[in-house]
Structures are given as structure tokens and as C-alpha cells.
């Protein structure tokens, strides 16, 4: 799955959304730079992106209501950190079940697989059942692994 990246409010390597709409995929992993580093949503870019293109979002929501507007704005998916409490999480997957979790290790992986959570995002493969959309070294394939492609060298975790 190819990974678009959104950096001060612009898709990284589209002018407009007219070459959004020549892309040879209709699906694509979305990285919000500006979400993750200042969280700033852009909530308008997702809309008119979801016009386009179905997305998983990669913005790190902390609070109900941003994930909610999120969702709202176009994004199929949504990433949440790892670093989020458990009670968030369960008042998150309460919200939608289309959550990915940011995964550095098993123990976050499984926590989240109790809570109901079946997407991950990881530079590893864990033996959990769910879908697992992968950045690591070596490309993994299966029929539960999504290789990503271009993920950001500087949001990649130890891998």
C-alpha cells in the first residue's frame, strides 16, 4: 500500500488534486506530519482526499472528539498511538472498531487484541490475529499483511 504523506497542509508530491486523481490505487496509508508533530488536523485535506481515494490515517487523535471529526472528514481507518491509557482506547474502539494501533511490541499488540482491536501498525509480525500494516525491513507478505510503502524514514520505531 503506498503511503501519502501530508506536510504543511499538502500531499507531498501532488501539485493538486486533479494528479490525486490519476493515482493507479484507490487506497492509501496517509501520514498528517502536521497532526503528529503539532497536532493540527487537516480535516479539509481529508475530505476532499476521500473524494479521491479510500485512506488509513496515520494523525494520532488524543481525544474522542478529533477522532470522531476524523472519521467524519473521510478517513476509513485511523492510527492511534501506543501511548494512549487503556481507558482511551476503550472509549475509542466504544467509538469505531476501524482503529490501527501503533505497535512497538507484543505486549501493546496484545493489550489491544484484548480490547477488541484487530489492525496493527508495526515494523514486526506478532502471532495475534488481526491485520498488520507493516513498515520493516524486510517486506512481509501473507494474507493479514499490508506492506507500506514509502513510510517516513523518521517515524520509523527500532525495528
Known amino acids: 500500500m503506498q503511503c501519502l504523506i501530508i506536510n504543511r497542509g499538502k500531499i ?16 492509501a496509508f496517509v501520514v498528517d506530519m502536521d497532526a ?4 493540527h488536523f487537516n480535516f479539509k485535506l481529508y475530505n476532499e482526499l476521500s473524494k479521491y481515494i479510500e485512506f488509513t490515517l496515520m494523525a494520532y487523535p488524543y481525544k474522542e472528539n478529533d477522532l470522531m471529526d476524523i472519521i467524519i472528514s473521510g478517513a476509513s481507518r485511523v492510527v492511534i498511538n501506543e501511548t494512549l ?10 467509538s469505531t472498531d ?21 489492525m496493527y501498525l508495526s515494523c514486526k509480525i506478532y502471532d495475534i490475529p488481526g491485520v498488520f500494516f507493516y513498515y520493516g525491513p524486510f517486506m512481509s507478505r ?16 527500532d525495528c
Open 12 to 27: 507531498l508530491g501532488f501539485e493538486d488534486f486533479d494528479e490525486l486523481a490519476k493515482v493507479p490505487y484507490d487506497e
Open 98 to 118: 476501524e482503529l490501527v494501533m501503533r505497535c512497538s511490541n507484543k505486549e501493546t499488540a496484545q493489550m489491544f487484541h484484548q480490547l477488541t482491536g484487530n
Open 142 to 157: 501473507g494474507p493479514n499483511v499490508i506492506p507500506l510503502e514509502n513510510f517516513p524514514q523518521e517515524l520509523r520505531m
Open 85 to 94: 491509557d487503556e481507558k482511551t482506547i476503550k472509549k475509542f474502539i466504544e
Open 36 to 39: 503528529i508533530v503539532h497536532y
